[in-house]
Structures are given as structure tokens and as C-alpha cells.
């Protein structure tokens, strides 16, 4: 609705150029939330060239919850540059907002100086790819150069580098083992094709947690990384049955078609539920016409409760969808 009512009244292009000969600082900030790109561009830009003086203000306006001017202030903070925002900017990569987060690593990498490299490396294990992402580029940007191995398997792993966390080995596999709990199942696969590379028994225990993942591509990834690490052929089936099971439920599918006959059957994906539904819809108005209200529940009843019964016996009968 917001939407449909943006577009009848279409916001008017500003003069960028103007406010920033102008030097009005508050306006390019409001022009940040543009949902013109060139727009918010450009007041980012006219922001920076101003330089520090823009600093204070960008912060204060951080308190605003509009999710676009937030991304905007940031964006400027990274263009101007300046250490004042070096405080604001590591808050905001604890912000709940995964886009701010990630701005907000970016931001940090621009400016100059090791100041930002503890905040960044702690990005590292975000949740977020993007921010883990966005972490690693500006750690390179700062010149940061990994000490230990465990900070060069972070690294690689921020960076989505597989080639280099399967040959650091077996100091990779408590990183590799928390990122088979990555949002991303496709990341979670990768983890799980690493580990199978490295092939450390110490992955053992969390390769048969994977196996219970609620995505199919991570499960057989990581059966076949089991196998690679040691893990007796006899734990499979164990780790395999703590999947989620996806299956219909009988109680639904007999309830949906007791009351809208054909509707339990569409539940099911039987194609020819609809038109069971189209018929009862059909008998129910001939029956009411000649026989009445009572009788047509008398005649109907008995039939609804058939199709109830039948529609929960065959989702018994279904089996699970394929591990």
C-alpha cells in the first residue's frame, strides 16, 4: 500500500549540487533515505567531500530507525573517512540488522589505520556471510596478515576461500565444524566437502550431527565426509534418523476433507481433489433443492465422514519423503 501510494506521488529530484554549495548537511542526510539510488549516491558523495565536518551529524542521525537513511549514513561515514567514526561504526556490527552490519564492516575498512582490525576480525564469526565477507575484504584492505592458524582458518573461512581452509588441515575444523550450523545450506555443504578433504577424525561427532540437517544436499555431503573422516559406516543410520521428518499430516488431511470434501485430497496433491470439490459443491445444491436441509445433512453426512476416514488412512500409508 505504501508502495502503490510512493508511486502516485513521485518524490522530486533535489539539486545535490546546490545543498552542497550550501553546505546544508541536515538535507543531504534526509536525502540519503531517497529510493532514487543516484540520488543517495550523490548526497553521500556531496557528504564526504565535506569531510569531517559532516562526521558529527551522520552520527547523531544514526538514531533514526528508517532502515535506507541508516545504510546511506553509514555508506558516507566509510566515504569521509574520519577515526571519530570509528566508535559508531563498530557498535552498529552488533546492530540486529544484517545489512547494517555489513555496511558496516565496509565502512570500517575505509578508514585508514589498524584502530578497526579487533572489531573486524570479531565480524568474522558473524552469523552473516555477507558481514564475514565484508570482515575479511577490509581486514586485507587494512593490510592485516593472519598470525596463527587459527586466525588464517577464520580468514579463509570469511572469505570463502576452500582451497586455502582445506590445506591449513586439521587447525580448520572448529571453523569448518561451526559453519556446518551456517544459515546457508549451500555453505553448509562446502563446509562439510572440506572436512571431508581435510579428513580429521576430530570432525567425526559433527559430521553425524549434519547428517541430521534439515536440508538433503548437507546430509548426503556430509555422509560422504564421514566416510573420509573415519566415522563407522554403523552411526549413519543413527545420525541420519534425527532428520526432520517431512511427511503429511493424517489428522489434517481427514479433518479437510470431513469438512470441504476434496480439499484433504489437495492437501495431499492428488489432482483430482479439486474435482471432488467442485461435484460435493454441485450434489450439495441439487440435494438442498429437492430433499431440503435436514435430509441433505442426512444424506451428506455419512459420505463426508468416508472421505475423512480415507483421506487419513492413505496419508498414514504415504511414506516419509526420500533422507
Known amino acids: 500500500m505504501l508502495m502503490v501510494l510512493q508511486d502516485l506521488f513521485p518524490e522530486r529530484t533535489p539539486n545535490i549540487g546546490v545543498l552542497e554549495e550550501q553546505r546544508d548537511i541536515p538535507a543531504l542526510i534526509r536525502h540519503l533515505a531517497s529510493r532514487e539510488p543516484h540520488v543517495q549516491a550523490a548526497a553521500a558523495e556531496a557528504l564526504a567531500r565535506m569531510g569531517s565536518p559532516a562526521t558529527g551529524p551522520l552520527i547523531a542521525a544514526l538514531r533514526t530507525r528508517n532502515r535506507a537513511r541508516r545504510l546511506g549514513i553509514i555508506a558516507a561515514l566509510g566515504q569521509i573517512g574520519d577515526a571519530q567514526a570509528l566508535d559508531a561504526l563498530a557498535a552498529l556490527t552488533k546492530d540486529p540488522v544484517g545489512e547494517i552490519r555489513w555496511q558496516a564492516c565496509i565502512a570500517l575498512g575505509q578508514i585508514e589505520g589498524t584502530g578497526a582490525v579487533p572489531v573486524l576480525l570479531s565480524s568474522l564469526r558473524d552469523q552473516d556471510k555477507y558481514v564475514r565477507y565484508a570482515s575479511a575484504v577490509s581486514l586485507s584492505n587494512a593490510g592485516y596478515v593472519p598470525e596463527t592458524d587459527d586466525d588464517r582458518a577464520w580468514y579463509a573461512a570469511g572469505m570463502q576461500d576452500w582451497e586455502q581452509i582445506s590445506a591449513l588441515g586439521a587447525p580448520a575444523v572448529p571453523v569448518l565444524t561451526w559453519l556446518l550450523s551456517d544459515m546457508d545450506a549451500d555453505l553448509r555443504c562446502k563446509a562439510a566437502r572440506a572436512l571431508g578433504a581435510i579428513g580429521s577424525s576430530d570432525a567425526g561427532p559433527a559430521l553425524l550431527h549434519a547428517?541430521?540437517?534439515?536440508?538433503?544436499?548437507?546430509?548426503?555431503?556430509?555422509?560422504?565426509?564421514?566416510?573420509?573422516?573415519?566415522?563407522?559406516?554403523?552411526?549413519?543410520?543413527?545420525?541420519?534418523?534425527?532428520?526432520?521428518?517431512?511427511?503429511?499430516?493424517?489428522?489434517?488431511?481427514?479433518?479437510?476433507?470431513?469438512?470441504?470434501?476434496?480439499?484433504?485430497?489437495?492437501?495431499?496433491?492428488?489432482?483430482?481433489?479439486?474435482?471432488?470439490?467442485?461435484?460435493?459443491?454441485?450434489?450439495?445444491v441439487w440435494i438442498f433443492k429437492y430433499y431440503g436441509e435436514t435430509n441433505t445433512y442426512g444424506i451428506l453426512f455419512p459420505i463426508y465422514i468416508i472421505l475423512g476416514l480415507h483421506a487419513w488412512y492413505i496419508t498414514k500409508k504415504m511414506p516419509e519423503e526420500p533422507p
Open 211 to 284: 547428517l541430521g540437517d534439515e536440508d538433503r544436499q548437507v546430509r548426503w555431503e556430509a555422509m560422504l565426509a564421514s566416510q573420509k573422516c573415519g566415522v563407522p559406516q554403523m552411526l549413519l543410520p543413527r545420525g541420519l534418523c534425527r532428520r526432520p521428518r517431512l511427511r503429511k499430516n493424517p489428522l489434517i488431511a481427514g479433518v479437510l476433507n470431513f469438512l470441504l470434501p476434496g480439499l484433504g485430497y489437495g492437501y495431499l496433491g492428488k489432482w483430482w481433489g479439486i474435482m471432488i470439490f467442485q461435484i460435493d459443491i454441485t450434489a450439495t
